[in-house]
């Protein structure tokens, strides 16, 4: 019995040493950390829940709150510093697209609109951290006894997260939809828009509105989570240059050129990206909230 406890052992530290292979190396970076401790089992399974994409998105929209209560509270009439400066310029963006979109109050959209912008930046922004320091991280807390199998840092490249963050706008646009418009203006317009009011056209009116309003919520967390996980997956790739030798591939300064100088071009062209997604995000956002203001 103790002999074969000793090959599981040996054979499990084998396994261990090996190295990994450019698909396992992929998947093993794309792997949340969840409360199952493994994969999903399933497409749709609400019993899994992904721990990583909770903990950065929590924190990221706490450190968005923090540096926005900061900005208000140091604002001065006088020149201001550079930290005041770029949040008023933010400010000035965003109320200007508001004013433009949403005709109505706008006491709290464009704050909003504000917080939806910034903190998409924020989480977008942790994907320019390099893939392997995470995994390496692990690693350094697995000395200390704390097992962190998985760890994917970037929340945004999580279906789970960036569709939360478009069913809760959609929940908003139906709140000022009630709000504006009441509920009997509401279920009027769901009804008679866009064939028109005649009885036998309200069913028709009534689905095309629901598919739309399904379109909507998935198609704007579908449209970030498909850029920011299809550049996560080039960040991999890249990394994998930089690494070729451990596939047994005699091609290392080949490798390490490449990583390097892709790596870096990707990551400055990223930063585009990251500004351009959290902006397109927040522009969805006052449209969609623009429309429940108003009358078909």
Same mark, same amino acid.
């Given at each position: 019995?103790?002999?074969?406890?000793?090959?599981?052992?040996?054979?499990?530290? &084998?396994?261990?040493?090996?190295?990994?292979?450019?698909?396992?190396?992929?998947?093993?970076?794309?792997?949340?950390?969840?409360?199952?401790?493994?994969?999903?089992?399933?497409?749709?399974?609400?019993?899994?829940?992904?721990?990583?994409?909770? %903990?950065?998105?929590?924190?990221?929209?706490?450190?968005?709150?923090?540096?926005?209560?900061?900005?208000?509270?140091?604002?001065?009439?006088?020149?201001?510093?550079?930290?005041?400066?770029?949040?008023?310029?933010?400010?000035?963006?965003?109320?200007?697209?508001?004013?433009?979109?949403?005709?109505?109050?706008?006491?709290?959209?464009?704050?909003?609109?504000? %917080?939806?912008?910034?903190?998409?930046?924020?989480?977008?922004? %942790?994907?320019?951290?390099?893939?392997?320091?995470?995994?390496?991280?692990?690693?350094?807390?697995?000395?200390?006894?704390?097992?962190?199998?998985? &760890?994917?840092?970037?929340?945004?490249?999580?279906?789970?997260?960036?569709?939360?963050?478009?069913?809760?706008?959609?929940?908003?646009?139906?709140?000022?939809?009630?709000?504006?418009?009441?509920?009997?203006?509401?279920?009027?317009?769901?009804?008679?828009?866009?064939?028109?009011?005649?009885?036998?056209?309200?069913?028709?009116?009534?689905?095309?509105?629901?598919?739309?309003?399904?379109?909507?919520?998935?198609?704007?967390?579908?449209?970030?989570?498909?850029? /920011?996980?299809?550049?996560?997956?080039?960040?991999?790739?890249?990394?994998?240059?930089?690494?070729?030798?451990?596939?047994?591939?005699?091609?290392? /300064?080949?490798?390490?050129?490449?990583?390097?100088?892709?790596?870096?071009?990707?990551?400055?062209?990223?930063? %585009?990206?990251?500004?351009?997604?959290?902006?397109?995000?927040?522009?969805?956002?006052?449209?969609?909230?623009?429309?429940?203001?108003?009358?078909?």
């Amino acid at each position: 019995m103790s002999s074969e406890v000793n090959a599981a052992a040996g054979m499990a530290q &084998h396994v261990a040493t090996e190295p990994l292979t450019p698909t396992a190396y992929i998947a093993e970076h794309l792997q949340n950390l969840n409360n199952v401790g493994g994969p999903q089992p399933s497409i749709i399974d609400f019993s899994v829940i992904n721990l990583d994409t909770m %903990l950065w998105t929590s924190l990221m929209g706490l450190l968005t709150v923090f540096l926005l209560v900061i900005a208000a509270r140091r604002a001065t009439p006088g020149v201001p510093g550079r930290f005041q400066c770029l949040v008023e310029m933010l400010v000035e963006m965003v109320e200007t697209q508001s004013k433009g979109i949403v005709q109505g109050d706008r006491s709290y959209i464009t704050p909003l609109a504000l %917080l939806v912008f910034c903190w998409i930046i924020l989480l977008n922004t %942790l994907d320019l951290v390099p893939v392997d320091w995470v995994y390496g991280v692990n690693q350094f807390i697995g000395g200390f006894g704390v097992h962190v199998p998985h &760890h994917k840092i970037v929340p945004t490249t999580d279906l789970n997260a960036t569709l939360g963050l478009s069913f809760s706008v959609l929940l908003l646009v139906f709140f000022y939809s009630f709000k504006v418009k009441g509920v009997g203006g509401f279920m009027h317009e769901m009804i008679s828009a866009p064939f028109g009011a005649k009885w036998y056209l309200m069913p028709f009116n009534l689905i095309l509105n629901i598919i739309e309003y399904i379109a909507k919520g998935v198609s704007l967390g579908m449209r970030l989570f498909g850029n /920011m996980y299809a550049g996560e997956l080039i960040f991999l790739l890249l990394a994998l240059l930089g690494s070729m030798w451990t596939f047994n591939l005699d091609l290392y /300064m080949l490798g390490f050129v490449g990583n390097v100088i892709a790596g870096s071009a990707w990551a400055i062209f990223h930063i %585009l990206v990251i500004l351009l997604q959290a902006f397109i995000f927040m522009m969805l956002t006052l449209v969609y909230i623009g429309q429940a203001h108003s009358y078909h």
